[in-house]
């Protein structure tokens, strides 16, 4: 595609309930990330995935996060049994390789009420 | 750990004025540096990206320099315009596997 496609870009989501956010990144990146944006948190870091493996998942903030990506491409990262605290803007981004220039999505607005 | 600071959080200039946006971090092992825009309710859209082998890059009306040496970054905008207005966000690479860590920003305005 053209460019970083999140979905969706809107979601609301009951206390308790599990949420699954898609991110579709830029055809032939190798390299993608998930960050977190949260007020009075700014952009942080959850997980790294080259290929299908992720290496580097430090900044998933407790194992209720988890997160996959298949075909080399489509990743998606789930949330289970959601609390207030994990309400924020969650951004994914692609590199050609991960020491090129960083694309990101529009990103997913998660409100958990 | 890696701390990148952006000084300040927020600048109002008047159109037409150049906008120099600073960026420091404390460890200079870094691969790569980026500048991007957030505008409200949006990704953010890449701006620049600087090698670690690099002193600057340029790209129309912007220009980014990197002193590793010194831990800065600068983000140059030319004949600031209203359109302009928005959140700049730099983002250093610190590891192999090019994972970024954010300033806080600075919110720039420009007034018509």
């Known amino acids: 595609g053209a460019g970083v496609s999140q979905s969706p870009s809107n979601k609301v989501t009951e206390k308790g309930k599990d949420v699954e956010l898609r991110c579709d990144p830029i055809s032939g990146h190798t390299a993608l990330y998930w960050y977190r944006q949260s007020l009075g948190q700014g952009l942080e870091f959850l997980i790294y995935?080259?290929?299908?493996?992720?290496?580097?998942k430090s900044g998933l903030p407790s194992d209720r996060f988890s997160a996959e990506r298949t075909g080399g491409s489509v990743s998606t990262l789930t949330i289970q049994r959601t609390q207030q605290e994990d309400s924020a803007v969650y951004l994914c981004?692609?590199?050609?390789?991960?020491?090129?220039?960083?694309?990101f999505g529009q990103g997913t607005r998660l409100t958990v009420v | 750990k890696q701390e990148v600071t952006q000084i300040p959080a927020a600048l109002s200039v008047p159109e037409g004025e150049n906008l120099v946006l600073n960026c420091s971090f404390t460890d200079s092992a870094i691969y790569n540096l980026q500048w991007f825009r957030q505008d409200p309710g949006k990704g953010l859209t890449s701006l620049l990206l600087?090698?670690?082998?690099?002193r600057e890059q340029t790209s129309g009306r912007l220009n980014a320099s990197l002193d590793k040496s010194s831990g800065r970054s600068t983000l140059y905008i030319a004949a600031s315009q209203p359109g302009d207005s928005a959140t700049y966000l730099c983002?250093?690479?610190?590891?192999?596997?090019?994972?970024?860590?954010f300033g806080a920003g600075t919110q720039v305005v420009v007034t018509p």
């Open positions: 600087i090698q670690s082998s690099q």
């Open positions: 983002a250093a690479s610190t590891d192999s596997w090019g994972k970024l860590q």
């Open positions: 995935f080259q290929g299908n493996s992720a290496p580097d």
């Open positions: 981004a692609s590199r050609e390789d991960p020491g090129t220039e960083a694309f």
